[in-house]
């Protein structure tokens, strides 16, 4: 006799539903009773037409431990950070596993080449996964920009970010919005001590660029708007104005230069540990290779009889 078709669609169920954390990792959705509950009910299915047939036992176990493995995952893990820090920054991720944010140069924001490094396990590359526990690291790339700053005799100087992670850093991570008019456009205050200068920027991306009418920017550049205040919070004469990839720019009484690219951020999301889901694998490829065999037997010796 084979399998039910209905036992056979509440493995693949197992299966599908195990396996969907590690394929698209992050949703909300592995976390809410709707998703415990789907796995709940398939993996008992499969086990109550086990034990009522006895057949295919094996099998059974590999289901559950994909099964069992999703589901404590899903019901215990954290919900999905977003970990944006400056550079040269630590955080400390799935117990004892430790990322570093790299020190990043004007040319590597702009080229976006910076890559974050798991200590012992080597760089994650964008889009690279590094697994912790029951969690998976995963290498994002966000709009930042790398900015210098001088004052009007041209020295240099310093960029410092009150109101961020990192307090000395010249990379702006945009971490918040803000609408202006109609749009709303990611966000970072960074401050010029030395000259008792807050900036505001705000990030255009190069389709906001070009649905601007009267700036006169480069076609298919991002580019950063700032606003310069001085201590009393008030607006610098002139100091209102685009910043365009890599040029550099006199806003009010400072030049600011903006390299404008990408930088990584650090997405940590719950998921099952690969080799258990691919042990349970095994084991019900095993239990249905036996069985097959098994039966394969029998009929061959039904046959001789």
């Not at 001590?193 to 991306?205: D, G, K, N, Q």
Request: glycine share 10%.
């Amino acid at each position: 006799m084979s399998a039910s078709p209905t036992a056979v669609i509440a493995a693949l169920a197992v299966v599908f539903l195990s396996f969907a954390q590690d394929a698209v990792p992050g949703l909300a959705f592995y976390h809410t009773w709707q998703y415990a509950l789907a796995l709940a009910v398939a993996i008992g299915f499969v086990a109550n037409h086990t034990l009522r047939e006895r057949r295919y036992r094996l099998a059974t176990v590999g289901i559950a431990v994909m099964g069992l493995t999703a589901l404590y995952v899903g019901l215990t893990g954290d919900d999905t950070q977003t970990l944006a820090r400056g550079p040269g920054q630590v955080v400390h991720v799935g117990g004892d596993t430790v990322v570093h944010f790299p020190i990043a140069t004007a040319a590597q924001v702009r080229d976006g080449s910076a890559v974050l490094d798991v200590v012992g396990r080597g760089s994650l590359p964008p889009g690279g996964r590094s697994y912790a526990g029951s969690s998976v690291l995963i290498s994002e790339m966000h709009p930042a920009a790398y900015i210098e700053a001088y004052d009007r005799h041209g020295r240099h100087l310093t960029v410092t970010q009150p109101q961020g992670n990192a307090f000395l850093s010249p990379i702006l991570l945009f971490p918040g919005h803000e609408r202006l008019r109609d749009r709303s456009y990611p966000t970072d205050v960074f401050a010029l001590p030395s000259l008792s200068r807050t900036i505001e920027a705000f990030y255009f991306s190069p389709n906001d660029v070009a649905t601007l009418q009267h700036a006169s920017l480069p076609a298919g550049d991002p580019a950063v708007l700032v606003a310069l205040t001085n201590s009393d919070h008030k607006l610098v004469p002139g100091g209102i104005g685009f910043l365009p990839q890599g040029v550099p720019t006199s806003i009010g009484d400072v030049r600011l230069t903006a390299s404008i690219g990408r930088y990584p951020v650090l997405v940590v999301a719950s998921a099952p540990w690969p080799p258990l889901l691919i042990g349970g694998v095994a084991l019900t490829a095993l239990g249905i290779a036996l069985r097959l065999r098994k039966r394969a037997m029998a009929l061959s010796a039904n046959g001789a009889a």
